[in-house]
């Protein structure tokens, strides 16, 4: 693991889907390729409906990821900690794979806690130092519109946690439903994001929440992921036009 | 509100730890926090402090930095380690450590009952625990009324929740928007010594400032301008408004140098009335000097322009 690229879809949401393939298999999809997939749910008051948590919660699951269901306040502080949690998760769950090749079966249960110790001070150098990619998959179907302010916020933080960070780190913006797509693309692969970038602007209000066709296609921005033509032609041109024009801007 | 799953377990009240066979009874919740649960329980007629939490990384992860600061052997900054180990729940491993008791107060409690101008003599004990850690290469992150103690026995300022705690230079791990530097706009979440300051000088802001006034602004977007208008109104801080700025802009290089000046602040007030009579009558003496060197700088202008 020298320079490992850690992958991760974050989802914002604050209810269940409703249109398309089950957002459920299109985490497992995304973990089958190498991506996690992380889901916060976003609600005003009271309780998230008890399907919506459920969903939540098994798209998380598939997708290798964590979940959290907080207030709007909550959330920037939120997406830094869902994020560098899933992280470590996944560099431990790596760190695990080599030691069983080398200690065999259950190779973190035959380590005293005090080895462990050590183990842990390595992972986090690694989560620490290790390449990071995060599509922000942002839910902007009519009930989340409220709620917006607040996730512009949180984007904003996001990227500011990000360049503290050591090893290089990128992040894109995506909303769905998306005008003709079942996304649109925000704010293409950036290392920075402009507080005053609004997300609120020029939006597709509707009541679909089309959540597993929007994941399957922010699999497609990941650049490692082989993909079907239509969909490499639909975002992999864009994501380079836009990567082109963004890097005269930024330098 | 917050559903962190998988969830943190209930310990049982009587447990062993697998590995090192340590048996504890279990005599109440302490708190819980972010990443665990931590609970009073006594071992071998000693009371220990033992945090449970659902993910066991990030649990190991407190313990390799708590042993670390450890290692120096000036004064104690962080609770002393005394056991890890794991232990079955419903058929499922938990990782736990168990660490000293510190009996004591959340800090933000204490200066409720003791009164506001305790604040800056707590700040620069605070001042130099920080210190220590930052000398050993760490960045406590984290730092918060709740994650501060005053111990019962000799009033002194301890820092409790080590899950923040940052190698100097990485991300910080972990923080509270309210004493983040980013979410003040006041510079990002590098882990470095000014971050832990610019903390330390919110803190003090929000325990000095009544409660009322600190919830009323508390909509208002965070920028630091708020936090210096807080401190133009408030007695208490007022005197320490420098030091307070300085932290606020990341001016200090070290805990070290914003804690001497604010202990000069606090010896010039404390010694208060007689310093000011005898800085009125110095006042004087220089002003007299002053007017005497005036005089003879003019005879010296004038005996040159006669020249």
């Keep these: 693991m020298k320079e490992a690229t850690l992958r991760q879809i974050l989802v914002v949401t604050d209810g269940c889907s409703n249109a398309g393939m089950s957002p459920v298999a299109a985490a497992a999809l995304a973990r089958e390729q190498g991506i996690t997939v992380n889901v916060i749910g976003v609600i005003d008051k009271g309780e998230m409906g008890e399907q919506g948590e459920k969903e939540i919660r098994e798209i998380a699951d598939a997708g290798g990821g964590l979940y959290d269901i907080v207030y709007p306040q909550q959330l920037a502080q939120t997406v830094q900690m869902l994020t560098r949690k899933a992280m470590t998760r996944t560099i431990h769950h790596v760190v695990n794979k ?112 089309p959540t597993g066709p929007a994941i399957v296609e922010a699999i497609a921005l990941f650049e490692h992921v082989q993909l079907p033509a239509p969909l490499s032609d639909r975002y992999r041109a864009e994501a380079e036009d836009d990567d082109g024009s963004l890097r005269d801007h930024v330098f | 509100m917050s559903s962190n799953k998988p969830a943190i377990p209930d310990l049982p009240l009587q447990f062993c730890g697998k590995w090192n066979q340590k048996s504890y009874r279990v005599l109440r919740e302490l708190g819980r926090g972010a990443n665990g649960a931590v609970y009073l329980a006594a071992q071998g007629g000693v009371r220990r402090a033992v945090k449970i939490g659902a993910e066991g990384m990030d649990l190991l992860m407190e313990v390799n930095v708590l042993k670390s600061v450890q290692q120096g052997r000036d004064v104690r900054v962080a609770p002393l380690v005394s056991d890890v180990d794991d232990l079955v729940i419903n058929g499922r491993t ?31 004990q605070l001042l130099a625990r920080l210190e220590i850690l930052h000398r050993h290469g760490w960045v406590f992150g984290d730092l918060k009324p709740e994650n501060v103690m005053v111990t019962h026995a000799d009033k002194q300022v301890r820092l409790i929740d080590f899950g923040g705690v940052t190698k100097l230079g990485n991300a910080v791990r972990q923080f509270t928007e309210e004493y983040d530097r980013a979410a003040w706009q006041a510079g990002d979440r590098r882990a470095d010594i000014a971050y832990d300051l610019f903390s330390l000088a919110v803190m003090a802001v929000r325990l000095s400032a009544d409660p009322e006034v600190w919830k009323s602004r ?90």
């Design chain 2, 94 to 124: 938990f990782t736990f450590y168990a660490m000293e008791y510190l009996e004591g107060e959340q800090l933000d409690r204490y200066v409720k009952r003791m009164g506001t101008e305790w604040v800056p003599i707590l700040m620069i």
């Design chain 2, 218 to 307: 508390r909509q208002e977007p965070r920028q630091t301008g708020l936090l210096c208008d807080i401190i133009r109104n408030s007695d208490s801080l007022y005197p320490y408004r420098v030091s307070l700025v300085k932290a606020f802009h990341g001016k200090y290089a070290s805990a070290g140098e914003m804690r001497s000046e604010m202990l000069a602040i606090v010896r010039e007030r404390t010694t208060g009335h007689r310093g000011k009579q005898a800085s009125d009558s110095a006042g004087k003496l220089v002003g007299g000097l002053f007017v005497a060197s005036l005089l003879l700088l003019a005879g010296t202008l004038y005996y040159a322009w006669m020249m």
């Design chain 1, 98 to 209: 080599e030691l069983k090749e080398i200690l065999g079966d259950s190779a973190m249960d035959v380590l005293a806690p005090e080895k462990r110790v050590q183990v842990a001070g390595m992972v986090d150098e690694l989560g620490e130092r290790s390449r990071l990619d995060v599509v922000m998959l942002v839910d902007t179907s009519g009930s989340m519109k409220p709620k917006l302010s607040a996730v512009q916020q949180a984007i904003h933080d996001f990227s500011i946690s990000l360049r503290s960070r050591s090893g290089q780190s990128r992040m894109a913006v995506c909303s769905f439903p998306g005008k003709q797509k079942h996304l649109d693309v925000r704010i293409p692969w950036t290392d920075q994001v402009d507080q005053a970038h609004q997300l609120t602007s020029g939006l597709t209000m509707s009541g679909i929440t």
